[in-house]
């Protein structure tokens, strides 16, 4: 066997694999014992059969698998041995010429393989990356406690619709003929919900304004909403195709009116926002939530962080030179049910993330960070968090953010994004101790214009 590497631009390689008779015969015809010993062949015991019979059979469909398994282990095992920076998979060389696998000659197999440009991508107390800390002012936390109001309100039977209320109403539809007299066989559906504020046209809408409890609107749910035949067939209890046979008016008198109304600033609001007993009054409510929108905000200054590095890091590094053919082809390779048209417009873009890549690869080399099972485990839990905060649960026991997190990492389609994760939170947390740092306090709604603008 003889393996030749050569790079002469140092990015595009060629990797010639010579095989010869010796070097996989042995495997051949141990494998085709083992298929004599299980061959059904009609006319002779199990193991019975010929050899030459399997030979003819078996023999070159076996030469193939052998020389395929020896082929890769051998490719793979050359470039780790002499740490070559494979980007994508080998893929079957131009200049590969026609095998024979019928004849005892060697083979040889040629692959192209895509090099990763040699570049030194380093930071040290040198390198300057802006850093934002976002203020948490007295706006944002009156948001977050009617946030917790609202999530914590209820509705009241009230007397008088009011729009600017949320008000919703609940009552009895009738459908008017012509004369505007109640149709007979028409449409009734009793308990109807509306919440007229949320009508398309006006002029429906305001027939609804100042109503009371026990009055009855003359309205047209198709003129209320006219681009919607979902709303107005979920609302009269018909299907869909049918909306078109109820156009006219309809009665609509008014049995309930429910107000919404958000919970009072009290103790029983702060119980059920952090939990029995954990805050006391309105100053520790308002601190607990300055606190807890400062740990999302340190997320969000940390996000910002590691994307200047990665703009600080490309400018200092320069272009990289990458085999632009070559890496299309990989890509079109991997992308076939997608074609050329999809490679070319996206190539682009894949070639500027995986540049990034390489840099980060380095920087976390030289960090010596490594991710290990409990790294990924918190990493889950702060997501579970996340995903429970949504909701309005800011304290969630951490035996359920525990189980919450070992549900997601069981699942393999999660992991790869927690691991990705879990470097990113690492990576930012060492350069944040090597880099020199320049500190800037920033408003939420500046910082997220500046992200808008990235």
Known sequence: MNIQFEAPDKVNGLMTITLET??????????LKDYRKRAQISGFRPGQAPMGMIKRQFGTSVKVDVVNKMLGEKLYGYVQDNKIHMLGEPLPSEQQAQLDFESDQPLVFKFDIAVAPEFEAKLSGKDKVPFYNITVDDKLIDQQVEMYQSRAGHYEKVETFDAEQRDMLKGD????DANGNVKEGGIEVADAVLMPQYMKVDDQKKLFEGSKLGDIITWNPRKAYPESDVEVSSLLKIQKEEVKDHEGDFTYQITEISRYVKAEINQELFDQTFGEGNVKDEKEFRQKIAD?????FKADSDYKFLLDVRQHMEKKVGKLEFPEALLKRVMLNNNKDKGADFVEKNFEASIKELGWHLIKEQLVAAQGIKIEDDDLKQVAKEAARAQFA??????VPDEYLENYAQEMLKKRENVDGLVDRAVDVKLTAALKNVVKLDEKAISLEDF???????
């Open 173 to 176: 539809l009738r459908e008017l």
């Open 448 to 454: 997220q214009k500046m992200l808008q603008e990235k």
């Open 390 to 395: 949504q909701y309005g649960m800011a304290n």
């Open 22 to 31: 010796a070097d996989y015969q042995p495997e051949v015809e141990k494998t």
């Open 292 to 296: 807890q929108i400062g740990q999302q």
